[in-house]
């Protein structure tokens, strides 16, 4: 008897989900396996006292094409955050890109000129271009590049820094050339209500039915999946969409990158430390933060009507002896305010949080592993938003040759 799905995606993450939508958009029959009882994956946000906390660090950006491409995220509501970033260095703010333009700690006109030419020239680059360039570590490209060393130190580092999830920018150069002219071309972003919007808009616009929930997937062959709790689905084909180290105990033999751990610290505090929409960065490393923002004065809806959110992000654990006083006071010092009374929500360390993207990496490693069995992720791209759901696309694609072709009709 033929199968009622012609392929199983195994993980509702925003790969899964996208590889489903294609899936559905190209007649297939699609089926999604999720372990546990929600979409989303580590793009997860909660709700604590009416703020809504995100489990992960993601920034969006406008300019991602997938956010424009993929079925059922058209018309996401985005909250974008100002052009540019304010950086905190040497004690003092200094506000980079934004209505009033550059100003020190980066030197001198000439140098702010060549640091707008290069990141226009960048915005303008196309990615075949930019994947033909000679690879090195974000950190060793940025010292080759001719920008002035304050230019580097006090807006490049740190804003690849937190781009990448990457302190030590040992990501490659390409992948950061990659990042950098989207944040270019585009605006870093916030999906409205929460990370977790994005994934369940992409759920919400599936045939229903097409999520089960609450089945784990124990092995997986081309034609069938079979279920911890014993059960066989048959199928036609096969995409493996959950994270790095699932998707190798599904499929032995398939490399697992390294990771970067991610801290994300959420605060209530009783009035925004900022008006402005604006991503903060540390310049300095002199305490455990790498970049916070204000949450609600981007998107107002993350917090009850007279409360306040503050989002930051410690790049790792946080350091021996760090704790929330340690946190707080690094904060008052990048928001130049007090924070005696800022609430800790929220302290969440994801140890496997990041892909790692060292030299050499593979900008689209294989998502097909033979006819019928596919794997896709943010460990097949590039470690974003952007390449999770472009790898649901080009798995979805792959999937689409192998099996279109003998398709069986169905009934009318």
């Known amino acids: 008897m033929a199968s009622a799905t012609d392929v199983i995606v195994i993980g509702a993450g925003p790969a899964g989900l996208a590889a ?43 300019a991602y094409p997938e956010l424009h491409r993929a079925g059922g995220l058209r018309g996401l509501p985005l909250a974008p955050l100002a052009p540019g970033a304010l ?9 980079v890109g934004g209505p009033s333009g550059t100003r020190a700690p980066l030197g001198s006109a000439r140098d702010r000129a060549r640091l707008g030419t290069a990141l226009d020239r960048l915005a303008a680059t196309p990615t075949r271009r930019i994947t033909a360039r000679p690879e090195s570590t974000a950190a060793l490209a940025l010292a080759g590049r001719g920008f002035a060393p304050r230019t580097v130190e006090h807006f490049l580092r740190p804003l690849l820094a937190a781009l990448l999830c990457d302190a030590e920018l040992g990501t490659s150069s390409r992948v950061a050339d990659i990042v950098l002219r989207g944040f270019a071309r585009g605006r870093a972003c916030l999906p409205v209500g929460g990370a977790a919007r994005l994934p369940e808009r992409l759920a919400a616009t599936l045939p229903p039915g097409t999520i089960r929930f609450g089945v784990r997937a124990a092995h997986v062959a081309a034609n069938a999946v079979h279920t911890v709790d014993g059960a066989e689905l048959p199928c036609r084909g096969v995409v493996v969409a959950t994270d790095a180290h699932a998707a190798a105990a599904l499929l032995p033999g398939l490399r697992v990158p390294g990771f970067h751990p991610v801290t994300v610290v959420h605060h209530a505090a009783p009035a925004a430390p900022l008006r402005e929409p604006v991503l903060v960065l540390d310049a300095d490393r002199l305490g455990p933060v790498s970049h916070t923002y204000p949450a609600t004065a981007i998107d107002p809806t993350r917090a009850p009507t007279g409360r306040a959110l503050v989002t930051s992000v410690v790049l790792g654990p946080p350091p021996d002896g760090s704790d929330d006083k340690t946190i707080r006071a690094h904060l008052a010092d990048l928001y130049d ?22 030299p050499p990496h593979d900008l689209r490693r294989p998502v097909r592993l033979l006819a019928g069995l596919y794997v896709c992720g943010d460990h097949r791209d590039t470690s974003t938003i952007q390449g999770a759901l472009f790898s649901g696309r080009r798995a979805a694609a792959a999937a689409l040759r192998d099996l279109s072709a003998d398709v069986p009709p169905r009934a009318a």
């Open 337 to 358: 305010t007090s924070t005696d009374r800022w609430d800790l929500l929220s302290l969440r360390t994801t140890a496997h949080c990041v892909p790692a993207m060292p």
């Open 20 to 62: 489903a939508h294609h899936l559905t958009e190209g007649g297939m029959r699609v089926t999604v396996l999720e372990a546990t009882e929600r979409v989303g994956g580590r793009m997860a946000t909660d709700t604590v006292d009416g703020f809504r906390l995100d489990h992960g660090p993601q920034l969006l950006n406008t």
């Open 87 to 95: 950086v905190r260095s040497g004690g003092r703010a200094y506000r």
